[in-house]
C-alpha cells in the first residue's frame, strides 16, 4: 500500500511541476518528489519509474515545443506557452539527474 501512495505522490508531484510557475513552490515540489522517490528500495525499480518519466515528460514537452512554434511571439498565450514548456524541460532534467543519481547507486551496490 506504501509503494502505491509513493506512485500516487510521484505522479501528482510531476504534473504540479508541469504548471507550477512559482519558483518557491516548484522547489518545495521538487523537493517533495525526490522524498517520495526515495520510498522506493529496491533501486531497479527506481530506475524503473525514472525512466517512464523521463520518456513521458520529453513526449509532453515535444507536443508543447510544436505548440510554442505555432504561436505568435506576442501576447499572454504564447508566454504562458513558453513557461510550461521551461516547466517540462526543468523537470525533464531533474528526472535525468536523478536517473544518474540511481545509476550511480547502483554501480557503488554492485562492487
Known amino acids: 500500500m506504501d509503494r502505491f501512495i509513493a506512485r500516487e505522490n510521484i505522479k501528482h508531484f510531476v504534473d504540479r511541476l508541469q504548471t507550477e510557475t ?7 515540489v521538487q523537493r517533495l518528489l525526490i522524498a517520495e522517490e526515495d ?3 529496491k533501486l531497479s525499480e527506481r530506475l524503473d519509474m525514472v525512466d517512464q518519466n523521463i520518456l513521458r515528460i520529453a513526449e509532453l514537452a515535444v507536443l508543447q ?3 510554442v512554434d505555432d504561436m505568435r511571439c506576442d ?16 523537470l525533464h532534467e531533474l528526472f535525468v539527474e536523478s536517473r544518474q543519481l540511481v545509476v ?6 554492485s562492487l
Do not use: P, V
Not at 513558453?82 to 516547466?87: A, C
Open 39 to 41: 520510498k522506493f528500495a
Open 104 to 109: 550511480t547507486m547502483m554501480d557503488r551496490s
Open 75 to 90: 501576447g499572454d498565450g504564447a508566454a504562458l506557452a513558453h513557461r510550461h514548456l521551461e516547466n517540462l524541460e526543468q
Open 65 to 67: 515545443r510544436a505548440k
Open 22 to 28: 512559482d519558483d518557491g513552490t516548484r522547489a518545495t
